[in-house]
């Protein structure tokens, strides 16, 4: 069974060549081998020691050893993957560490690789079947089968979270036999495959009973040991995982959500690990000969919605002044030196799909000038609600914004939140404005605009039949260059009805101590630790 609109597989000697010098990480190495067929023992074998096939390579333990210690840029609120929190950040990173999804991708090419499905492809216009890893095993040691997949995706549905509306056109999940899943769609779908690099798969037997989600049992490369809420997560290493045993024994998460906290805590080598630091702190850092710094361009963007329900935002004259009366280079400019770039359409430019729009140019007078035609002379007052620790700058850029907004006459009370309320007011849709950040975590920009700006979804009040139209095509072909021509579509048609303001596409940026070796920087901040490895303690 051959994937469907894959691009074929890179070679052997590209695979150990990216492994070799830190491109790939060790699961996206033997994910690779898998597509050429290269499984089992002898694909261990490669891993542990890639020189057997490119000699200048240095040879890794399989022995895994050392505890790695970090710290997320934001506060845990849950670890179920199927839940409300399934598509928040810290919860991405760490059930990435105990669980496993259907599909990966490359993070040097971009292509779509096998993981706990080793082949895909559409059998017809509403079917895609999925051939599973043979041999896998939870970490409680019950095989992994084609029923494990199917409760978990009927979770997704059931659920209704975030994830559901990438689902929505799902109408029956079979499992004909123990390796085959069968997914059934009510019409054409061609996001099957990259949406399932978001599903991650738990146990048939466990994953909708009462507690269990507080002690999940995982099959991904560490083993899920504790959770305290506020406090700490802790995993181990999974020595039986399919792609191999990781090169860390432990792997502890602190809760640090004050960013200063989590400088000081990295100084004093409290934390080996952190990531989304501010501009006014990199210099320091950069400095700091005990700590390495990588970058990456990022699938995160800061956005600031409007909700398309409530007045005056019912009028797109009213949200494009909102948006002219900012001066985004300034912005980027004095408060993103080194973490922001001015984005230039609802997704970022490293999303399949992103396609280049007319920006807003800084132009009060013709803010004001909307406003009056929308029958607002003299402003309005209204609110934005946010969550502290989202993003880099946060803070500074609402105070700016809002200072920006006054003049034009739009006073604006900022309405900080707690992450947890501020989820149940945005998904309730309870604000008028609602400024965060956002990940396209698959890298495709179905899932950010199908999943959030068609009238279904629901998710920020606007509602248009044209882009939902345009969507629901854009989802249904398997063709990629029809479906770059939908995406461009609808970012044109949100943009220029500015359902929100899209200022600043982010840059990761991750540190650690200086000797931790194998870390692969990722775009969609999602990082994986299974390749990492700790200086030996003396």
């Known amino acids: 069974m051959t994937p469907a609109n894959r691009t074929s597989p890179a070679t052997l000697s590209d695979l150990v060549r990216n492994y070799t010098t830190g491109t790939i990480s060790r699961r996206t190495l033997v994910q690779g081998l898998a597509a050429l067929g290269v499984t089992g023992s002898l694909a261990g074998a490669i891993a542990a020691r890639p020189e057997l096939v490119a000699a200048q390579a240095t040879p890794s333990s399989t022995e895994p050893a ?15 993957p199927h839940g409300a929190f399934a598509v928040e950040g810290s919860t991405s990173i760490v059930i990435t560490m105990y669980l496993d999804t259907l599909i990966a991708r490359d993070p040097e090419t971009g292509d779509l690789i096998p993981a706990l499905a080793t082949s895909w492809e559409a059998t017809s216009d509403t079917s895609w079947q999925f051939t599973l890893r043979e041999g896998v095993t939870f970490h409680d040691g019950t095989a992994f089968t084609s029923a494990d997949v199917k409760a978990s995706l009927e979770r997704v549905l059931d659920l209704e979270g975030p994830l559901a509306p990438l689902w929505v056109l799902v109408d029956t999940v079979e499992a004909p036999d123990p390796l085959t899943v069968v997914i059934n769609t009510t019409e054409p779908m061609g996001t099957v495959p990259v949406n399932a690099t978001l599903l991650f798969i738990g146990p048939a037997a466990g994953i909708n009973e009462d507690g269990f989600w507080n002690n999940p049992v995982g099959i991904g490369p560490f083993r899920f040991v504790s959770w305290v809420p506020d406090s700490e997560l802790i995993v181990e290493a999974n020595p039986d995982y399919w792609g191999g045993s990781p090169q860390l024994e432990r792997v502890v998460v602190r809760d640090i959500p004050e960013p200063a906290a989590r400088i000081t805590a990295l100084e004093t080598g409290e934390i080996d690990f952190t990531y989304n630091i501010a501009p006014d702190q990199l210099p320091a850092l950069e400095g700091n000969q005990d700590l390495a710094i990588d970058t990456t361009p990022s699938y995160t963007y800061y956005f600031n919605w409007f909700n398309g329900q ?87 850029l609402i105070q700016t914004m809002i200072s920006y907004w006054d003049a034009i006459g739009v006073r604006v009370e900022s309405l900080e939140k707690e992450r947890g309320l501020w989820i149940d007011d945005l998904v309730a849709l309870n604000w008028d404005m609602n400024f965060q950040t956002n990940t396209v975590r698959t890298g495709d920009a179905d899932f950010t605009l199908r999943r959030l700006y068609t009238t279904e979804a629901n998710r920020n009040g606007y509602s248009n039949p044209e882009l939902d139209e345009v969507l629901v095509a854009s989802a249904a072909s398997t063709d990629q260059a029809e479906r770059e021509q939908f995406f461009a579509e609808a970012c044109r048609i949100i943009w220029d009805e500015a359902v929100g303001i899209f200022p600043i596409d982010l840059i990761a940026n991750y540190v650690y101590q200086d000797g931790i070796e194998g870390f692969v920087p990722v775009p969609s901040q999602v990082p994986e630790f299974d390749t990492v490895r700790v200086p030996a303690e003396d």
């Open 310 to 396: 409530r007045e005056p935002y019912t009028d797109a004259r009213v949200r494009q002044a909102m948006a002219y009366a900012l001066d985004v280079d300034t912005m980027v400019t004095e408060l993103m030196a080194g973490v922001g770039q001015r984005a230039q359409a609802p997704i970022p430019t490293t999303v399949f799909g992103f396609a280049p729009q007319t920006p807003y140019d800084y132009d009060p007078e013709r803010a004001m000038a909307l406003l009056e035609e929308a029958g607002y002379p003299d402003g309005f007052e209204t609110t934005v609600q946010w969550n502290p620790g989202s993003g880099p700058q946060d803070r500074a």
């Open 66 to 80: 050392g505890e790695l210690t970090l710290s997320l840029a934001s506060s845990l609120e849950g670890i179920d």
